[in-house]
């Protein structure tokens, strides 16, 4: 994976999670499915998106949250 798709693939991750905060909480597989679905065409494969998601949450874009189940959520400062 190219380091722009990388990025698109990030931007498109925290743009999912920001534009449902507060209406849906997304599962770490529900959004690997979801970008499963929006990259196919560029040939991603699960993997590739789990990476991606990986330093996301490593970069502390995303974080983890717990209410009945663990979900992603935006870090309280944001």
């Known amino acids: 994976m190219t380091d722009e798709t990388k990025k698109k ?3 498109k991750i925290v743009g999912l999670v920001k ?17 499963e679905k929006e990259f196919a065409s560029e040939g991603l494969t699960k ?6 998601l990986k ?3 490593d970069e502390e ?6 209410a009945g189940g663990s979900f992603l ?4 400062n944001q």
Not at 47 to 52: L, M, P, V
Not at 61 to 66: D, E, Q, S, T
């Open 61 to 66: 874009k995303l974080v983890y949250g717990y």
């Open 19 to 35: 534009e449902y905060a507060g209406k849906k909480r997304f599962k770490p597989i529900d959004i690997v499915k979801e970008m």
């Open 9 to 11: 693939v990030e931007d």
């Open 73 to 76: 959520t935006l870090p309280e």
């Open 55 to 57: 330093e996301i949450m």
């Open 47 to 52: 993997d590739d998106i789990k990476g991606a």
